[in-house]
């Protein structure tokens, strides 16, 4: 079970917007950052933000990231049928020893 | 541009070990800042962590996987390796590697910093007999 809480899905027409929330701890989002990835259906996850919320070359910019308190959020503005797709952010977590690398549980996004 | 591939078997037999190889190409597995990091995903759930190698060998595992997961690295080939033992059908999954960016403050890593990128297309690894 993640320590990192996604909403299962959400949903919106093309063109308009959707947010995803992801909700931690002091140990994981309140300390450290957050990376969000792009899973399209069959395909390996691909980096969308990183850093809260820098995007690397390629995505974008109507993917941003955000992070308040423990608390993290990606934004997908002019949504298109292409952003279909599993979205998980990702922190380390320092609540053991030695750490570790945690994901989100995943959200789901339709484009209606 | 720096590439990903996973090999490995595609089946494994229960209590068995599975065994993953994962070639760089494009850069070097040597490169400083940078770990590389296996990551699983079982049939239609979410993303696990592994565990991740530095290329001089030191390594982070996941707590709950790290009594069965041993994480080795080949510079001399550009390739880093995934063993987990004592398999069951909750290990059945595709399993991906990744190159791990990693910056840390300090000795404890106060405000880590960490992703995943690139990644490699995936192989599925099924436990069955």
């Known amino acids: 079970q993640s320590v990192l809480t996604q909403p299962p899905s959400v949903s919106a027409a093309p063109g308009q917007k959707v947010t995803i929330s992801c909700s931690g701890s002091s140990s994981n989002i309140g300390n450290n950052y957050v990376s969000w990835y792009q899973q399209l259906p069959g395909t390996a996850p691909k980096l969308l933000i990183y850093d809260n919320n820098k995007r690397p070359s390629g995505i974008p910019d109507r993917f941003s990231g955000s992070k308040s308190g423990t608390s993290a959020t990606l934004g997908i503005t002019g949504l298109q049928t292409g952003d279909e797709a599993d979205y998980y952010c990702g922190t380390w977590d320092s609540s053991l020893s030695a750490g570790s690398y945690v994901f989100g549980t995943g959200t789901k996004v339709t484009v209606l | 541009q720096l590439q990903l591939q996973e090999s490995g078997p595609g089946l494994v037999k229960p209590s068995e070990t599975l065994s993953l190889t994962c070639t760089v190409s494009?850069?070097?597995?040597?490169?400083?800042?940078?770990?590389w990091g296996w990551i699983r995903q079982p049939p239609g759930k979410g993303l696990e962590w592994i565990g991740s190698i530095y290329y001089s060998g030191s390594t982070y595992y996941n707590p709950s996987l790290k009594s069965r997961v041993t994480i080795s690295v080949d510079t001399s080939k550009n390739q880093f390796s995934l063993k987990l033992s004592s398999v069951t059908a909750a290990d059945t999954a595709v399993y991906y590697c990744?190159?791990?960016?990693?910056?840390?403050?300090?000795?404890?890593?106060?405000?880590?910093?960490?992703?995943?990128?690139?990644w490699g297309q995936g192989t599925l690894v099924t436990v069955s007999s």
């Open positions: 990744a190159r791990h960016v990693r910056y840390c403050s300090g000795g404890s890593c106060l405000y880590a910093r960490d992703w995943f990128d690139p």
């Open positions: 494009g850069g070097s597995i040597s490169s400083s800042s940078y770990y």
